[in-house]
């Protein structure tokens, strides 16, 4: 099994700018999560979905930020507009909420 | 006050050396507990569930002491390769989501 895939693996963008995170999960895992991760904050938990259906984005920091899960192996998050406090790196992981199954991350730098 | 909380360290211990690290948690309602490890620049890694009787991994032990809502993490005979952030774990049972401490760093040293 590849594990949980992610791409891109780093993002530099310029403030303003669309990012688009990519994540495919591991086969058969119905729940997949979105989580950030910065020195400050730690890692927090933006949004999770259980088989396909957004169930929690109470962590999803402003509108600014959406992500979709279009079918079992593929989920995106959306950044427009990107602003520098964006700044982190972004985990998918997938699995169930006893055990989660990180990916390698999106290290995000806007400038 | 934070969901988890954990002493961010670093800890630094020599090769064999015993360590123990603990974590608090608010949510008296909380019904699971886990201890990820993160590797630097790397992704976290499921290490251990943190059973009410406690359990034991290897050199890795896990401890839940609900009444005062901590748990603890031990490890014996530090291995050089052990080095890497701790983090606690906590389930949070209204959003069925894992909630996470900041981590707690160790080095062992040779």
């Known amino acids: 099994d590849a594990g949980v895939i992610q791409s891109p693996r780093h993002e530099v963008t310029e403030m303003g700018q669309e990012v688009t995170l990519r994540c495919k999960p591991i086969?058969?895992?119905?729940?997949l999560f979105w989580y950030r991760q910065t020195m400050m904050r730690g890692l927090e938990l933006l949004i999770y979905f259980n088989n396909n259906v957004p169930i929690d984005d109470s962590g999803m920091p402003e509108d600014r930020f959406s992500a979709k899960m279009p079918n079992a192996s593929f989920s995106t998050l959306k950044i427009q507009p990107s602003e520098p406090r964006d700044s982190a790196v972004y985990f998918c992981?997938?699995?169930?909420?006893?055990?989660?199954?990180f990916g390698p991350g999106t290290r995000l730098t806007v400038t | 006050r934070k969901e988890v909380e954990q002493d961010p360290g670093p800890f630094n211990v020599p090769e064999g050396a015993t360590v123990a690290f603990n974590c608090t948690y608010s949510?008296?309602?909380?019904?699971?507990f886990f201890w990820y490890r993160q590797d630097c620049r790397k992704e976290p890694k499921l290490l251990m569930s943190?059973?009410?009787s406690g359990n034991e991994d290897g050199r890795f032990t896990a401890q839940l002491n609900r009444a005062s809502q901590y748990i603890s993490l031990l490890i014996r005979d530090s291995k050089l390769s052990d080095s890497a952030t701790y983090l606690c774990?906590?389930?949070?049972?209204?959003?069925?989501?894992?909630?996470f401490g900041s981590g707690t760093r160790l080095q062992v040293q040779p």
């Open positions: 774990v906590v389930l949070d049972t209204g959003r069925r989501a894992l909630t």
């Open positions: 086969s058969g895992h119905n729940s």
């Open positions: 992981a997938s699995g169930q909420e006893y055990e989660q199954y």
């Open positions: 943190v059973y009410s």
């Open positions: 949510n008296s309602a909380s019904q699971s």
